[in-house]
C-alpha cells in the first residue's frame, strides 16, 4: 500500500525522486496555468511554467508533460498535469484526478512528491487520495521469468502550506483510510479466479475487518443448507468450490441509523449451463466487484468510526456448468420460501442476492443497499463509467447520486416501471429468474425488489460496467479492477449519519 504524508513546499531532507504539479488550463485559450495557491514562489512557477512551454508548447487539458530537472523545484523528474479547468471551476475530483494521473504514469520512483492548487481540507484530500489510487499496481502475479514491468510510486508526500493544519491532516488520513479500501477492492476483483473461490473471499473479508469493531460470521455450504439459502446454494451447485454467505456487522456505542450492504460476489461467471461465449468469460473473475465493495467499505467506515450500524452481507458462489450444476427449468425456493424458476443460469446473481436480501432485512436495517455487476444492458445504457442507481425511494436514489457526486463517482438514477414486472411472471413458480431483455437492467432491480419488505427503504447499484477497466489508465483509474462503489457506500453512510444527528 502507497503510504501517504504530508509536508512544507520547503521542507529540508524529503529526497523526493519526483513530483507531481497540477496545473489549470486558461480561461481563454486553455493554456497551462500555475496558481498562486499551489504555494510555490512567483519565481519557481515562472521557471515551470516555462520549462512546460519548452518541452510541450501545444499542452492543453488532460496532458501529462514529464520535465526532467526544472530548476527550483528539488527532485529529477517534474510530471505536470494540465486539469480540464480553469482555476474558478476547480473541483476536488479535478485534484484527485490530475494527482492520479501524475502518480499513474510514474515507473520505477519511490518517493513522490503532489502539488496541487488549493489547501482546504477537502482539496489537499483529494490531492492525497487520487495521489494514492494512481500509484496503485497488482503485482502480485507477476513470475521471474520476464522482466519486471515498472513499479509504482511506495510513498505520497503531499507538498501544502496548509501542511500543519489540523482539519487538513485528519481528512488526509480518512482520505487515506478510504483509498486503501478502494485498493483492497481492486487486488480481491483483480485476483485470478482460481486463487478466489467464495472460501478465500470469505477469509479475505475476516483479514479486512481484523482488529475492528466488526463481528464476522461465515455461512458454509452445510450451514446454507441448514439455513434453506436456495437462491445461493442453487448457483453454487455446479462446482466443486462451495458458496459461503458472509456476514459483517459493525456495531459502533453511538449510531444513529443501521444501513444493510449487500454484495454479488461470484467469484467466477461462466454462466453455468446457459454458458457464456469465450470472450465474455475473459473478465468474469470481477463479477463479485459487489462483494469487494461492500466488504471494503465496511472495513472503511469502521476504521473511519462512523457513528452508523452497518451490517454487510456478501453473497459468494462460484457460477459453473458441470454434471451437478442447475438446469435451466429448475425451481429452487429461495431464503424466507419464495420460488424462482431458473430459466436462464447466466441470470444468476439476482438468485444469490435474493437469499441475502430477504436476510439482510431481518436485522431490520433502516435502509439496504445492494451492489453488483448486475447486467450486461448497465453498460448497454450507460457505458462504463457510469454505474446506475435503482430505488424503491427516490430520496434515497437522489441521496446516493448526491454522496457519489462528492466522492467523484459517477451513478446516474434508473427507473423501476411497474410495466416490465409482469415480464418476470413464471407459469409455475413466484417469480422468473428473467423477463424483458429490453431494459434488461430494470428487469434484474424489479426481479430484486421483490425481495425487499414492502416499506424498506433500498437502493440497488449496478455496476456491471464500471468496476473493471478494460481500456487503458485514465486518471487514478488502472486497468482491471477500479474499486468502484467503496466512494459511494462510505459517504452514503457517512451522510446518513450525519443527516440522523441534525
Ligand atoms: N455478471 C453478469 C453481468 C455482467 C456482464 C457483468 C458483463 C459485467 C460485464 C451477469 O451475471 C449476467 O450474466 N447477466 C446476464 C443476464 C441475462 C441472462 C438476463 C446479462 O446481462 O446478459
Ligand atoms: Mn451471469
Ligand atoms: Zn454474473
Redesign the pocket.
Known amino acids: 500500500m502507497t503510504s501517504v504524508r504530508l509536508a512544507a513546499l520547503d521542507a529540508p531532507g524529503l529526497a523526493l525522486d519526483a513530483v507531481v504539479v497540477g496545473l489549470t488550463a486558461g480561461k481563454r485559450d486553455g493554456k497551462p496555468e500555475l496558481p498562486a495557491s499551489s504555494g510555490l514562489g512567483v519565481g519557481e512557477r515562472k521557471r515551470l511554467l516555462d520549462a512546460v512551454g519548452k518541452v510541450a508548447p501545444k499542452a492543453r487539458a488532460g496532458d501529462v508533460i514529464k520535465i526532467p530537472g526544472v530548476p527550483g523545484i528539488d527532485a529529477s523528474l517534474v510530471i505536470a498535469v494540465v486539469m480540464g479547468a480553469d482555476v474558478d471551476e476547480l473541483t476536488p475530483e479535478h485534484l484527485r484526478r490530475a494527482a492520479g494521473a501524475g502518480t499513474m504514469s510514474i515507473s520505477d520512483l519511490d518517493r513522490v512528491g503532489v502539488i496541487m492548487p488549493g489547501s482546504t481540507p477537502a482539496d489537499v484530500a483529494a490531492a492525497a487520495q487520487g495521489a494514492a489510487l494512481g500509484a496503485y499496481r497488482f503485482e502480485s502475479f507477476r513470475g521471474t521469468g520476464t522482466p519486471r514491468p515498472s513499479r509504482g510510486p511506495k510513498t505520497i508526500t503531499v507538498l501544502t502550506e496548509s501542511h500543519r493544519d489540523r482539519h487538513v491532516r485528519e481528512a488526509v488520513r480518512q482520505a487515506e483510510i478510504v483509498s486503501d479500501e478502494v485498493c483492497r477492492a481492486r487486488d480481491l476483483v483483480n485476483t485470478p479466479p482460481s486463487a478466489l473461490h467464495p472460501k478465500e473471499l470469505a477469509a479475505a473479508a475476516i483479514e479486512a475487518v481484523a482488529g475492528l469493531d466488526v463481528t464476522t460470521q461465515i455461512l458454509d455450504e452445510r450451514a446454507l443448507k441448514r439455513g434453506k439459502f436456495g437462491g445461493i446454494l442453487a448457483v453454487g451447485q455446479g462446482s466443486v468450490n462451495t458458496p459461503r454467505l458472509i456476514r459483517l456487522a459493525y456495531r459502533p456505542a453511538r449510531s444513529k441509523v443501521h444501513v444493510a450492504l449487500v454484495g454479488?460476489g461470484?467469484t467466477f461467471?461462466s454462466?453455468g449451463l446457459?454458458l457464456?461465449p469465450p470472450g465474455?468469460m475473459e473478465?468474469?473473475k470481477?463479477?463479485m466487484g459487489g462483494a469487494a465493495a461492500v466488504i471494503a467499505a465496511t472495513a472503511a467506515i469502521a476504521k473511519l468510526g462512523l457513528p452508523a450500524s452497518v451490517t454487510t452481507y456478501a453473497a459468494c458462489a462460484e457460477?459453473m456448468p458441470s454434471g451437478t450444476a442447475q438446469r435451466p427449468g429448475d425451481v429452487l425456493t429461495t431464503y424466507g420460501g419464495r420460488t424462482v424458476e431458473v430459466l436462464?443460469t447466466?441470470?444468476?446473481?439476482r438468485l444469490v442476492l435474493a437469499d441475502a436480501l430477504v436476510r439482510a432485512g431481518e436485522d431490520a436495517p433502516d435502509i439496504i443497499i445492494d451492489v453488483a455487476?448486475?447486467?450486461?444492458?448497465?453498460?448497454v445504457a450507460l457505458g462504463t463509467r457510469i454505474s446506475a442507481v435503482m430505488s424503491n425511494d427516490d430520496d434515497l436514489r437522489d441521496d446516493v447520486v448526491r454522496s457519489a457526486t462528492m466522492v467523484g463517482e459517477q451513478f446516474w438514477p434508473m427507473p423501476l416501471p411497474v410495466e416490465l414486472r409482469p415480464s418476470l411472471d413464471s407459469s409455475i413458480a413466484d417469480i422468473a429468474?428473467?423477463?424483458d431483455?429490453m431494459g434488461?437492467m430494470l428487469?434484474?432491480g424489479l426481479f430484486l425488489q421483490d425481495f425487499i419488505a414492502e416499506g424498506t427503504p433500498w437502493a440497488h447499484l449496478d455496476i456491471?460496467?464500471p468496476?473493471?477497466n478494460e481500456s487503458d489508465p485514465h486518471d487514478y483509474t488502472p486497468k482491471g479492477a477500479t474499486g468502484v462503489a467503496v466512494r459511494t457506500l462510505v459517504q452514503v453512510v457517512r451522510d446518513l449519519a450525519d443527516s440522523h444527528t441534525a
Open positions: 454479488k461470484i461467471d454462466g446457459s457464456k465474455a473478465t468474469m470481477m463479477d457460477n436462464n447466466d441470470a444468476e446473481g455487476t448486475l447486467t450486461g444492458a448497465q453498460i429468474n428473467i423477463g431483455r434488461g428487469t434484474a456491471a460496467g468496476a473493471y
